[in-house]
């Protein structure tokens, strides 16, 4: 079965970092698209970062220069990076993977359309 467990997270203070992992079994990261969503309470998921499965990073405008996705294959693992965190970064995040090899084309920040989520984990930062 297709599973992904995230590590990571916490509470930081502005302008602190954190990095935060996703490990998948049941398939390869190379064979999907995987990304990183984030959720805070009455608000819309918000899709911040994803990988193709050319490798081929996108980014939301709010994170672009202070964030980094990346994966290992090898490792069967998703990485996001969090440099110069704000306030407004607190939230949980859940990373997410699609098997469509389209995804970016279609669509990459359409959360409904993800069908393989993590469990979240809480980020927060502190002013």
């Known amino acids: 079965q297709v599973q992904l467990v995230q590590s990571g997270g916490g509470s930081v203070q502005a302008g602190g970092s954190l990095r935060i992992s996703c490990t998948a079994s049941g398939f390869s990261t190379d064979d999907y698209c995987m990304g990183w969503f984030r959720q805070t309470p009455g608000r819309v998921r918000e899709g911040i970062a994803t990988l193709d499965v050319n490798n081929k990073p996108l980014y939301a405008d709010s994170v672009k220069g202070r964030f980094t996705i990346s994966k290992d294959n090898a490792k069967n693992t998703l990485y996001l990076q969090m440099n110069s965190l704000k306030p407004e970064d607190t939230a949980m995040y859940y990373c997410?993977?699609?098997?469509?090899?389209?995804?970016?084309?279609?669509?990459?920040?359409?959360?409904?359309?993800?069908?393989?989520w993590g469990q979240g984990t809480q980020v927060t930062v502190s002013s």
């Open positions: 997410a993977a699609d098997p469509l090899l389209d995804r970016h084309r279609l669509g990459w920040d359409r959360f409904w359309e993800y069908p393989y």
